[in-house]
């Protein structure tokens, strides 16, 4: 099992959501016998030497010894990419949603060995593309920035303003479980039918 960290690359995990759609603390649901976010702190911190929580009140993680940033603009996924953007001290951050029950440490270095010559790296999904599983330079904080003054959330936007590395469905094969490791859970729906699919 490989547990070298990965060089100059800071982890950040999204907690700042406010779960309308789940009706609970996503970070929290139960999976596994502990809270759900502790799926991609786990990969985390066998890949990176420092992990931020962004967007969150210290004290729901009070106890895990991790530095926890308050949104610099509050009420997006945006806003939390660019608050953990902005306060890492490396060049990149690897940023992830705390929702993921099958996060993949092997997916997650291979988005990092692209990173050279790019302000991100995102991965294709059959949907779209999954912009919080994912890297980016501190070369994008302007981008960011921009849009945010302006009023647009919406991190697909980003991406034709700066250089994008997409990685297809096909070249991601090898590492994303036919996808899997890409889900994340918004609805109590697709907390169940996850959770029905594990046991049976």
């Not at 991609?40 to 993680?61: C, P």
């Not at 010894?65 to 610099?72: A, E, F, H, Q, V």
């Not at 999954?130 to 003054?149: G, H, N, Q, R």
């Amino acid at each position: 099992m490989e547990t070298t960290l990965i060089p100059d690359v800071t982890g950040v995990i999204l907690v700042g959501g406010k779960s309308r759609r789940m009706g609970r603390d996503k970070a929290f649901l139960p999976w596994d016998g502990a809270p759900l976010f502790e799926k991609v702190l786990g990969i985390f911190r066998g890949s990176f030497a420092t992990v931020l929580l962004a967007g969150g009140d210290a004290g729901r993680f009070e106890g895990y010894g991790l530095k926890t940033i308050p949104d610099i603009y509050p009420g997006s996924a945006l806003g939390g990419l660019y608050t953990g953007l902005y306060h890492a001290t490396d060049q990149h951050v690897f940023v992830a949603s705390c929702d993921m029950p099958y996060p993949s440490a092997a997916l997650l270095r291979y988005l990092c060995s692209l990173k050279d010559g790019f302000d991100c790296v995102v991965p294709e999904t059959a949907q779209s593309f999954e912009p919080l599983f994912a890297v980016y330079a501190k070369s994008a904080l302007p981008a960011m920035l921009d849009m945010l003054e302006s009023g647009n959330f919406r991190i697909y936007d980003l991406y034709p303003l700066l250089r994008t590395r997409y990685v297809g469905m096909q070249e991601l094969a090898p590492f994303s479980d036919g996808g899997r490791s890409l889900i994340n859970v918004n609805t109590p729906g697709d907390f169940d039918l996850l959770a029905k699919e594990r046991t049976s």
